[in-house]
T-cell receptor, first 114, second 117 residues
């Protein structure tokens, strides 16, 4: 029972490089999202998706790109890494209805841009 | 827009004692969900407890309980019989139950809890 699988766990990039953070879930949730965590800031929403083929911006979308071709996968792309993108990134998969809700998180990726 | 405020950046408690973490939120919604997440040094986000706004009864999970005051928009977490393994960052979070951006979590900035032996 994998839940949310997020890779890699650690990554160091040089300024200007690109990379993709992978996220996959096996719970058949329609809703998936990406957050970044910075010291003293809590977690902030980058992008989210309410189903395959549908994505939207969150609070801090600049410099990131997402796509959702399948229900299971929701990768996050950094097109040209900048030091300001040094952070810990979390992917989440959620379900909700009128009675209950829960979000499940991946293990996080610590990204350092030098 | 919704906001979540955790006014205690850091707290400490002696092992076996009780501690309460504060959380207030602002919303115009009448139905929503509130969560407390624990983040130990491993970085994993672990759901501690969840409260549905339509329920008047406060949620409890073993040593963890909440004091949900809907009118005051307050959602505090009480940890009883604190254990060393409770040392972690704790985040309060809000989620709408319907409408646009449903499913998005809005987090507070966190409270770093240290349990001392």
């Amino acid at each position: 029972n994998a839940g949310v699988t997020q890779t890699p766990k650690f990554q160091v990039l040089k300024t200007g490089q690109s990379m993709t953070l992978q996220c996959a879930q096996d719970m058949n949730h329609e809703y998936m999202s990406w957050y970044r965590q910075d010291p003293g800031m809590g977690l902030r929403l980058i992008h989210y998706s309410v189903g395959a083929g549908i994505t939207d911006q969150g609070e801090v979308p600049n410099g990131y790109n997402v796509s959702r071709s399948t229900t299971e996968d929701f990768p996050l792309r950094l097109l040209s890494a900048a030091p300001s993108q040094t952070s810990v990134y979390f992917c989440a998969s959620s379900y909700f209805n009128y009675k209950e809700a829960e979000a499940f998180f991946g293990q996080g990726t610590r990204l350092t841009v030098v | 827009a919704q906001t979540v405020t955790q006014s205690q950046p850091e707290m400490s408690v002696q092992e076996a004692e009780t501690v309460t973490l504060s959380c207030t939120y602002d919303t115009s919604e009448s139905n929503y969900y509130l969560f407390w997440y624990k983040q130990p040094p491993s970085r994993q986000m672990i759901l501690v407890i969840r409260q549905e706004a339509y329920k008047q009864q406060n949620a409890t999970e073993n040593r963890f309980s909440v004091n949900f005051q809907k009118a005051a928009k307050s959602f505090s977490l009480k940890i009883s019989d604190s254990q060393l393994g409770d040392t972690a960052m704790y985040f309060c979070a809000f989620m709408k139950s319907y409408g646009g951006s449903q499913g998005n979590l809005i987090f507070g900035k966190g409270t770093k809890l240290s349990v001392k032996p």
